[in-house]
């Protein structure tokens, strides 16, 4: 027993040099952990809201439920966002007019067309033509983009 007392009074200083050392690597272990503790924590809290009575399995339960109830209702607005397409086709979705001088003499640009088309360029081309003593108006029918009468270049310039 002697002999050991006395060889841990001659190591004495690297017996505690290498304790320090060691105290020192187990402080920085546990701040890294530390650290590591606290994002997890703050991770933990934003998932749970900060409502401590909540664990984890519940959380992604109930979290998986919403989205399943999220992606049914997503399909549904796109099933009626589909329909609501397929209604609004046949709608007038192109509005164009042209003004213009029909006659040399006559200023201001009095007389017009109007085209109004749905999306396969369906619809009607509206013509009023003014004249000093008189008022002209017709109508031309559009199916795909081409009419059956014969058009002017100012009804052309509308397709």
Not at 66 to 89: F, G, W, Y
């Amino acid at each position: 027993m002697e002999n050991l007392n006395l060889l841990a009074g001659q190591y004495a200083f690297i017996i505690s040099a290498v304790l320090f050392i060691i105290v020192f690597i187990l402080l920085a272990l546990l701040f890294t952990t530390r650290k590591k503790l606290n994002v997890l924590q703050e991770k933990y809290d934003y998932f749970t809201k900060g409502s401590g009575d909540i664990n984890i399995d519940q959380l992604l339960t109930q979290t998986l439920q919403e989205l399943d109830a999220t992606r049914e209702a997503l399909q549904q607005l796109q099933q009626k966002h589909e329909r609501l397409r397929e209604q609004v086709k046949g709608c007038i979705q192109k509005v164009k007019i042209e003004r213009y001088d029909a006659f040399d003499a006559m200023g201001g640009e009095m007389s017009y067309s109007i085209l109004l088309a749905d999306e396969k360029n369906d619809g009607v081309i509206l013509t009023s033509i003014y004249g000093r003593e008189d008022n002209r108006c017709y109508a031309k029918d559009v199916k795909g983009g081409k009419s059956s009468y014969v058009l002017a270049e100012e009804e052309k310039k509308l397709l």
